[in-house]
């Protein structure tokens, strides 16, 4: 019964995990933050112009 809790990695794996996710997370928001307007730009604003243009075509 105490080997079992001795083994036990449950804790050790969320050591490890927790802070690859957390660099992960910051990544993504660093990316996002700085690409943002880019993206923004490549697709919202081309897709409403070319919207705008089909609605505006008789």
């Excluded at 019964?1 to 449950?10: G, L, P, T």
């Excluded at 990316?31 to 008789?58: H, M």
């Amino acid at each position: 019964m105490i080997k079992c809790f001795v083994v036990e990695e449950d804790g050790q794996t969320l050591a490890e995990y927790g802070p690859v996710l957390f660099f992960i997370a910051l990544a993504s928001i660093v990316i996002l933050t700085l690409l943002g307007g880019k993206i923004r730009d490549a697709y919202f604003v081309r897709a409403n112009t070319e919207i705008g243009q089909v609605g505006t075509s008789t």
